[in-house]
């Protein structure tokens, strides 16, 4: 009888250039030759997707505007919330059942100009002015892998490379007219180490860590001081119980360890340092509620 064969070889347009029917096909097809189930074995697929960005900046100093009379820099905001794009592909592969690659590119989130509100000049007079400044967010390439071949474990690896020396507003520093056009990041490179274990039916405990290359050499410190975000080392914990058959609850910790970047003020007495530090603490509670039927 068809009802008792199982199809073990089925591939969707999930798997590029080797499946035509879309998954919800393949069940409806199956559902009409009376098969009471099919194996989906796609192995490769490949996405590509426009990305919509939208921001408000708000800079305390802002460096990319005239220095008051004293020589320090005004706050500015943004006058409203502005409207970036670009795109994104990846390429996720099953090469073997405990071993899955993926790959992705991100493109540059390419932004129309900010436009700040600040104060320049004379501090007795806050006249409001508005300057611009170009300011994108960089391409991003990333590499993963994950392995589970060890009964109830899931080991995983990840690199990736932001592109920030290219990229306007934070690569190249620069000034014109004697405002900054770049606060001068070099690219970074990251990588993340994650485990997760099974330890039983409801409980799921999982753990990692992520290095992070520092973007922002000493001669820049000063002009990133209000930028401190140099995350060298990150660690994070966290576990996952089933409560109901759907209904989960997940408890996190994340700490990025406390780190510095000191460097000279241009101008000062020899043997002048500022210093930026930068280190956080959070915790993250959820609740994930699944609806729908099960399937029998």
């Known amino acids: ?3 008792n064969y199982v199809p073990l070889w089925c591939k969707s347009t999930f798997s590029f250039l080797e499946g035509a029917s879309h998954p919800d096909e393949l069940v409806e097809e199956a559902y009409r030759l009376g098969l009471r189930s099919l194996a989906l074995t796609d192995r490769l697929s490949v996405g590509l997707a426009p990305t919509i960005t939208i921001g408000r900046l708000a800079l ?3 460096g990319f505007t005239t220095p008051l009379d004293d020589g320090t820099f005004p706050p500015g905001r943004s006058s409203r919330y502005h409207w970036g794009g670009g795109v994104q592909a990846g390429v996720y592969y099953i090469a073997t059942e405990n071993v899955h690659l993926g790959m992705s590119i991100k493109s540059p989130q390419w932004f129309e100009p900010f ?10 007079d806050p006249t409001p002015t508005v300057t611009k400044a170009q300011i994108d967010l960089p391409l991003i390439a990333s590499l993963g892998a994950a392995y589970s071949g060890f009964d109830g474990w899931v080991l995983a690896i990840d690199g990736r490379y932001w592109d920030y020396r290219n990229t306007d507003g934070f690569g190249r520093p620069g000034f014109s007219g004697g405002l900054a056009q770049s606060l001068g990041w070099s690219n970074v490179f990251s ?5 997760q274990r099974q330890v039983n039916d409801k409980l799921t405990v999982r753990g990692g860590y992520t290095f992070n290359t520092n973007p922002i050499s000493s001669n820049d410190v000063l002009i990133n001081i209000a930028s401190p975000l140099h995350q060298q080392h990150v660690i994070g914990a966290g576990f996952s119980y089933a409560l109901a058959p759907d209904v989960d609850v997940t408890l996190a910790y994340n700490q990025i360890i406390e780190s510095s970047n000191a460097g000279p003020i241009a101008g000062a007495p020899p043997g002048s340092l500022v210093e ?4 956080t603490y959070s915790v993250g509670l959820g609740v994930t509620v699944r609806y729908g039927c099960r399937g029998s």
Not at 191 to 195: E, K, R
């Open 115 to 124: 436009r700040f509100t600040t104060i320049a000049g004379d501090p007795a």
């Open 60 to 62: 305390d100093p802002n």
């Open 276 to 279: 930026s530090t930068t280190g």
């Open 191 to 195: 990588l993340a180490l994650g485990v």
């Open 1 to 3: 009888m068809i009802g």
